[in-house]
T-cell receptor, first 116, second 115 residues
Framework: AQSVTQLGSHVSVSEGALVLLRCNYSSSVPPYLFWYVQYPNQGLQLLLKYTSAATLVKGINGFEAEFKKSETSFHLTKPSAHMSDAAEYFCAVSENSGAGSYQLTFGKGTKLSVIP | GAGVSQSPSNKVTEKGKDVELRCDPISGHTALYWYRQSLGQGLEFLIY????????KSGLPSDRFSAERTGGSVSTLTIQRTQQEDSAVYLCASSPPGLAGGGQYFGPGTRLTVT
């Protein structure tokens, strides 16, 4: 069974500082990996995805993530935090359930605060 | 183009009543998923549709929950005899055909409160 662990339920960074949100996964097969962002009272927005092509994946809003198979990690980074980045971030893994479903298994989320 | 839409955005109901939640996926997306987001349980998968069929219902928490999809498009999630533990945000997502790793596109959710 697949699972996702996000280290740190709450991360605070100063505006302009590096953002690093950690995600580790377990999966019995090479997975598809995703990062989603959720702003208050909104749905989930896809930030970026890893689908076994390049291990360094670039997403929207300046975010990127690196797939490291040896570490089973898919950490999310952004060089310089902006106030608008304050939101909750979810890492997710997807694999075929056997019924054709590629349902997402989510981590518990990391709430990012940006301090001016 | 238009994204995934859900209605109503908020629903308050009394314990024991039935509720219906609606999802309009992105046009042409054959796969449709329902998830539930609650404080205690996080984001949980409920059910998957491919076209009008639901080959994976493994996440439905009880037989009070059911869902259907018609015309390969609109889906309705029905909760019968609602309980307080059903209070959550119900999210719908769709994905295009042939792109297993393409990611899912989420609607804004329906916040259900059972009093």
């Amino acid at each position: 069974a697949q699972s996702v662990t996000q280290l740190g339920s709450h991360v605070s960074v100063s505006e302009g500082a590096l953002v690093l949100l950690r995600c580790n996964y377990s999966s019995s097969v090479p997975p598809y990996l995703f990062w989603y962002v959720q702003y208050p009272n909104q749905g989930l927005q896809l930030l970026l995805k890893y689908t076994s092509a390049a291990t360094l994946v670039k997403g929207i809003n300046g975010f990127e993530a690196e797939f490291k198979k040896s570490e089973t990690s898919f950490h999310l980074t952004k060089p310089s935090a902006h106030m608008s980045d304050a939101a909750e971030y979810f890492c997710a893994v997807s694999e075929n359930s056997g019924a054709g479903s590629y349902q997402l298994t989510f981590g518990k989320g990391t709430k990012l605060s940006v301090i001016p | 183009g238009a994204g995934v839409s859900q209605s109503p955005s908020n629903k308050v109901t009394e314990k024991g009543k039935d509720v219906e939640l609606r999802c309009d996926p992105i046009s042409g997306h054959t796969a449709l998923y329902w998830y539930r987001q609650s404080l205690g349980q996080g984001l949980e998968f409920l059910i998957y549709f491919q076209g009008n069929s639901a080959p994976d219902k493994s996440g439905l928490p009880s037989d009070r929950f059911s869902a259907e999809r018609t015309g390969g498009s609109v889906s309705t999630l029905t909760i019968q005899r609602t309980q307080q533990e059903d209070s959550a945000v119900y999210l719908c997502a769709s994905s295009p055909p042939g792109l297993a790793g393409g990611g899912q596109y989420f609607g804004p959710g329906t916040r259900l409160t059972v009093t």
